[in-house]
C-alpha cells in the first residue's frame, strides 16, 4: 500500500483517539483541498500490511483512513480493514466518492463490508463550514455503513459524544 504517513493519537478524524492513516493518491482535485500534496499516487512509501498493524497494535486506538483518497487503493485497504476488524478495531474511512458511488461500483463495494462508518463525497468550498465536526463541508455525510447496507439507505452515524 502506498502510505504518506501514519499519525497516532488524533481527535479529529472520528470520535475519541485515533490512529490515522493517510493513503496516496486522490482523482477528486477538490477546490480548497487541504492537503493538495497527497494527490499524487506515487508520493509517501510503500507499506504492507503487517507494518501498518504493528503500527496500529503499538498505539492502541481506533483507526482512520484518510489522504488522498483510500478507495483509490481500494483491494487493499479492505483488506487491511478486515484484519483491523478482526482484532476488534473501530474504521472510519474518508473519501470523495459518495456512498451512492461506492455502493455502485463493483471494485470499491467490498470495502464497506469492513468499515464503520464512511464520511463521504467531495470537499465543496462554497458549502465549508468549520463548526461540522470531522468533515470540512456540509454536502460530507457521516455514515453509519452497516444500518444503511441494510436498510439500503443512507443512514448517517449519530454522533452522541458531540
Ligand atoms: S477528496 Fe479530499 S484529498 Fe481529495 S481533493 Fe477532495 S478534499 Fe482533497
Known sequence: MRVIRIV??????????????YFAGCNHHCEGCHNPSTWD????QEMDMDEIIARVEEAGFNVTFTGGDPLLQADEIS???????LRGYDVW????????????DEALRPVLD????LVDGPFVLSRRNIGLRFRGSDNQRLID????????SVIEYEDTDY
Open 41 to 44: 499516487k506515487s508520493a509517501g
Open 145 to 152: 455503513v452497516d444500518r444503511s447496507l441494510k436498510s439500503c
Open 114 to 117: 469492513h468499515i464503520d462508518v
Open 8 to 21: 497516532e493519537g488524533t481527535s479529529v478524524d472520528g470520535p475519541g483517539l485515533r490512529t490515522a492513516i
Open 93 to 104: 474511512c474518508y473519501t470523495g466518492y459518495t456512498f451512492e458511488d461506492v455502493v455502485a
Open 79 to 85: 483488506r487491511l480493514a478486515s484484519e483491523l476488524k
